[in-house]
């Protein structure tokens, strides 16, 4: 799989243009969220700017996007990613594997594994954002907010992301569950007030 040589500015102002419209926020909340001119944001989405690294680091943080996101080139077709590619997170006896290759906005996917025994105090996410847990293969505990609770396999568990939690394998196989973290609807379309383009 080969990635397209292009433009880096037509590559930003595409990108941008494409992330702000997903997200449904306006130029004008988007250039208040980052604090710059709206001008600033028109100007890079017509392709007619080159824009500081300062300035593109406070629209990917509005954005809650990474910065390779704004700048990348597309790609001509299917990506095939080998497992020993994606980035994996060794927590004491437990495996978090990264499912996302691509940065993808307000949103996490990691698939752990947890042998008998094995305990992962799992990372708070920003505020705003849900966890979604599916327990896969046997069973696993989940603390979150001072409660227990014991996922058999096929079960579902909910909760705010942004607050403490671990999972716990009691039992005598192997786990493996999958996490989805993802903002919730409005935080993803931050507040889109004032009366600048789309």
Not at 105 to 125: C, F, K, N, Q, T
Not at 132 to 161: K, N
Request: net charge negative; proline share 6%.
């Amino acid at each position: 799989m080969r990635c397209i040589v292009g433009d880096p500015v037509e590559d930003l102002a595409r990108n941008l243009r494409s992330l702000r419209g997903t997200m449904g926020v306006t130029q004008t909340s988007l250039a208040e969220l980052c604090g710059v001119p709206r001008s600033t944001i028109a100007n890079i989405e017509a392709g007619g700017s080159n824009p500081t690294l300062s300035v593109l680091l406070k629209i990917s943080g509005a954005l809650r996007i990474g910065l390779e996101e704004l700048l990348s080139a597309p790609w001509d077709g299917v990506q095939h990613f080998k497992a020993s590619e994606l980035q994996t997170i060794q927590r004491g006896a437990g495996r978090i594997n990264k499912l996302l290759p691509h940065p993808v906005p307000g949103m996490e996917i990691d698939r752990i594994e947890l042998p008998s025994g094995a305990h992962i105090v799992g990372v708070p996410h920003s505020q705003g954002t849900h966890e979604y847990l599916c327990c896969e293969r046997g069973a696993l505990i989940v603390w979150t907010a001072g409660q227990r609770v014991e996922m058999a396999q096929g079960d579902v568990v909910a909760f705010p992301g942004d607050q403490k939690h671990s999972y716990l394998n009691e039992g005598h196989a192997t786990a493996v569950a999958f996490s989805v973290v993802t903002l919730t609807p409005a935080e993803l379309r931050v507040s889109s007030g004032g009366s600048g383009s789309s």
